[in-house]
């Protein structure tokens, strides 16, 4: 079956601009979780969601993150007023609840702030 | 608090030589542990996980780690290197104590694996 996917791939924003990156997890996987990956360095949670509840966003940089999964699937993590620090690649995982171990990541979305 | 630790940026062996990658932990409680690999432009790929039972844990393409709770280290090691197994390798640990959900990432090892 189809495996996470995540749109675009690839982002160049202005500095200031408000960018919004999707992530579409498994069909049936209810938990959903974020991370950020800056360069050299390993992913770092950002949020979690089980269905569409936010269960978990401790670490969220900042207010201007935000992240939603309005219906329980597709997912938005939506960055305002993007700063040359927000460049990194933004990668989404899902699980079922019942096998919290088994997250599968898609292929991220490289954000890039000029 | 919980880290991971991976201790080389960079691990370099020739193929067909057995390879090791190093990960040492820290949590509250009992950890879950795992291995994953990324391949350029690639999101992460599971290898293995430590739950419970075992310490040894085999996994994908010939992959195996050994949970080592005294010394709190959890090394991924395959017998025989190919160079297809260059790549970037993470450990990953979830604290079961917290109740938290998420993974904790060590920085990422290169592996390269010289023809």
């Known amino acids: 079956g189809a495996g996470v996917s995540q749109s675009p791939r690839y982002k160049v924003a202005k500095r200031g601009q408000d960018v919004a990156l999707r992530c579409d997890p498994i069909s049936g996987h209810v938990s959903l979780f974020w991370y950020q990956q800056a360069l050299g360095q390993g992913p770092e949670f950002l949020t979690y969601?089980?269905?569409?509840?936010?269960?978990?966003k401790s670490g969220l940089p900042s207010d201007r993150f935000f992240a939603e999964r309005p219906e329980g699937s597709v997912s938005t993590l939506k960055i305002q007023r993007t700063q040359q620090e927000d460049s990194a690649v933004y990668l989404c995982?899902?699980?079922?609840?019942?096998?919290?171990?088994?997250?599968?990541f898609g292929p991220g979305t490289r954000l890039t702030v000029l | 608090a919980q880290s991971v630790a991976q201790p080389e940026d960079q691990v370099n062996v020739a193929e067909g030589n057995p390879l090791t990658v190093k990960c040492t932990y820290s949590?509250?409680?009992?950890?879950?542990l795992f291995w994953y690999v990324q391949y350029p432009n690639r999101g992460l790929q599971f290898l293995l996980k430590?739950?419970?039972?075992?310490?040894l844990v085999k996994g994908s393409y010939g992959f195996e780690a050994e949970f080592n709770k005294s010394q709190t280290s959890f090394h991924l090691k395959k017998p025989s290197a190919l160079v297809s197994d260059s790549a970037l390798y993470f450990c990953?640990?979830?604290?079961?104590?917290?109740?938290?959900?998420?993974?904790?990432f060590g920085t990422g090892t290169r592996l390269t694996v010289i023809p």
């Open positions: 430590y739950i419970t039972g075992d310490n």
């Open positions: 969601f089980q269905n569409e509840a936010q269960l978990d």
């Open positions: 995982a899902s699980s079922l609840v019942s096998l919290p171990n088994e997250q599968f």
């Open positions: 990953a640990v979830r604290d079961y104590q917290t109740g938290a959900n998420n993974l904790f």
């Open positions: 949590v509250s409680g009992n950890p879950y």
